[in-house]
């Protein structure tokens, strides 16, 4: 069965540095990996997707993540952390005909 | 451009109500789900259609019904509502294929007294 888990379900951080979300995830076929962004009492918008053409996926917003198969990672990361990146991220892994397995969520908050 | 539209945005029940959720897409997606989120379970699958008139199960159904008689429609019912499904309800869309993101509605926020 597929599953996704997310470390950390707070993470902050100060304006200007390194943001870095964790997200494991069990498979046992070569999955499709989503990171979605969810802004507060809106819906969930599409960071980036992983569909195997390069392990290393560049997203909106300066948000990339790396595709790592040894280690069942698929962490976010961004340079710079920016006020308008606090909000809540999701990991997810696709199952057949498209159906979404969710990790817990990470609320990201940024200091100034 | 709309994209995916939820109605209403936010209902108070009080507990045996019986109610329904609109989801509308303009994409011209074949697929569509319906989730709740609840806090500190990110989002969990309550029904799913992959075409017009056609309707599926997720993680968790039991309590809910679906219909999709138009193809731009994916309704969600709650026949007799209970405490348990108060929850942040969210309706997303896609065209096929399991690479394929899905586009979600602002959601429906529903309290059940």
């Known amino acids: 069965a597929q599953s996704v888990t997310q470390l950390g379900s707070h993470v902050s951080v100060s304006e200007g540095a390194l943001v870095l979300l964790r997200c494991n995830y069990s498979s046992s076929v070569p999955p499709y990996l989503f990171w979605y962004v969810q802004y507060p009492n809106q819906g969930l918008q599409l960071l980036l997707k992983?569909?195997?053409?390069?392990?290393l996926v560049k997203g909106i917003n300066g948000f990339e993540a790396e595709f790592k198969k040894s280690e069942t990672s698929f962490h976010l990361t961004k340079p710079s952390a920016h006020m308008s990146d606090a909000a809540e991220y999701f990991c997810a892994v696709s199952r057949r005909r498209g159906k979404l397995i969710f990790g817990q969520g990470t609320e990201l908050s940024v200091k100034p | 451009n709309a994209g995916v539209t939820q109605t209403p945005k936010f209902r108070v029940l009080k507990t045996g109500q019986s109610m329904t959720l609109l989801c509308a897409q303009d994409m011209n997606h074949e697929y569509m789900y319906w989730y709740r989120q609840d806090p500190g379970m990110g989002l969990r699958l309550i029904h799913y259609?992959?075409?017009?008139?056609?309707?599926a199960k997720g993680e968790v159904p039991d309590g809910y019904n679906v219909s999709r008689l138009k193809k731009q429609n994916f309704l969600l019912g709650l026949e007799s509502a209970a405490p348990s499904q108060t929850s942040v309800y969210f309706c997303?869309?896609?065209?096929?294929?399991?690479?394929?993101?899905?586009?979600f509605g602002d959601g429906t926020r529903l309290s059940i007294l």
């Open positions: 992983y569909t195997s053409a390069a392990t």
């Open positions: 997303a869309s896609s065209q096929p294929g399991g690479d394929q993101p899905q586009h």
């Open positions: 259609s992959v075409g017009e008139g056609t309707t």
